[in-house]
């Protein structure tokens, strides 16, 4: 059998397919294998020192990439986006997999870092939060408009939620019945459950970010807090994959979409591409800089109040993330702490 220099892996829970070509780009072999296979036919096989194996990025990619560069192989793993266009025919796992590895030898193709085990247990801290954050809304919404059924109006925010509802439970004129009563309580006792729940990742959020140098440096600039800090760390590592700041801005589509023809540029809304959850992390760090720069005289935040007044809040938090994208990127690349820029 030919010399293995690259194979296309086409993950899968239980049964996996490879396409591998040798250095003439001609096939040896596009075959299914069992999950319990897999790793034994790899150790097997006959290839050459740098054989890549490609993949497609996915939830289980960084632990297949981990096994298989215990076994020496080089790993690349790249967004499902820019595998279809080399699906050439119909859609199945010996196609993806010859696409995946047609897709590997382009040069300059797009890829996704290898995450630390480290760095994939502190993003599900991260997105365990973010999820009791949303069912937490998703309750507040819900009893907010079942209530209002009953001509019970409760104003906008959580807070405001949690200040009613006890009073609402205690008004005995109010046209709540027993059944109704009782349901309003256990929504009530259901966000005090949630409350708490949030308040414990949080506080092992910020344990972790007391820990990492990493973290305590980012926390220097400004409107990063422990959370955004600690899911920059996790998505985005020490940031040395861009090769500059605009580089990770395009990443995590903090930069306007582009329509350019003929000599032409139209530029749109941000592409709103990479981590929807960081993007709007910084956003909303973004938000805190500008509400507190009109009492600041630095030039970062004379800027902000500029593009504030004259594009609005919103565009001037987007702008303002970018901007905080960028320093966060000079910040990890030269391993500095944040220095405010010059008046």
């Known amino acids: 059998m030919s010399i293995v220099t690259r194979i296309g892996l086409d993950l899968a829970k239980d049964v996996f397919q490879v396409h591998a070509v040798d250095a003439q780009d001609e096939k040896v072999t596009n075959k299914q294998l069992k999950r319990k296979d897999l790793l034994q036919w790899f150790a097997k096989l006959e290839r050459s020192d740098d054989c890549l194996v490609a993949m497609e990025a996915c939830g289980s990619s960084h632990h297949w990439r981990r096994e298989l560069e215990k076994l020496g192989y080089r790993t690349m793993a790249i967004p499902p986006a820019y595998v279809k266009p080399y699906v050439r025919t119909n859609k199945n796992d010996a196609n993806d997999a010859r696409a995946i590895c047609e897709a590997a030898s382009r040069p300059g193709m797009p890829t996704v870092r290898l995450k630390t085990v480290a760095e994939q247990d502190a993003m599900m801290l991260i997105k365990q939060r973010d999820g009791l954050v949303r069912e937490r809304t998703r309750q507040v919404n819900r009893i907010r408009g079942q209530l209002s059924e009953y001509g019970i109006f409760i104003g906008q925010g959580i807070n405001t939620l949690r200040r009613k509802l006890p009073e609402i439970l205690e008004d005995a004129d109010n046209g709540l019945e027993t059944l109704g009563r009782s349901l309003v309580q256990l929504s009530y006792d259901y966000i ?76 749109g809304g941000i592409s709103k591409r990479g981590n929807s959850q960081l993007r709007s992390l910084l956003i909303h760090g973004a938000r805190s800089v500008i509400r507190v720069a009109k009492n600041k005289d630095d030039k970062f935040s004379r800027w902000a109040v500029s593009v504030a007044e004259r594009r609005g809040n919103n565009v001037a938090a987007v702008a303002v993330a970018n901007k905080l994208l960028r320093i966060v990127w000079a910040m990890q690349t030269k391993e500095q702490e944040y220095r405010a820029m010059a008046a």
């Open 192 to 267: 005090v459950g949630i409350d708490a729940q949030i308040e414990l990742y949080e506080n092992k959020i910020k344990e972790l970010a007391r820990s990492s140098a990493q973290a305590q440096r980012l926390q220097t600039a400004p409107g990063i807090g422990p959370i955004t800090a600690m899911t920059l760390i996790a998505q985005l590592g020490d940031m040395k994959q861009f090769a500059h700041a605009r580089s990770a801005s395009e990443y995590l589509g903090v930069v306007p979409r582009q329509f350019s023809s003929g000599g032409k540029t139209m530029l």
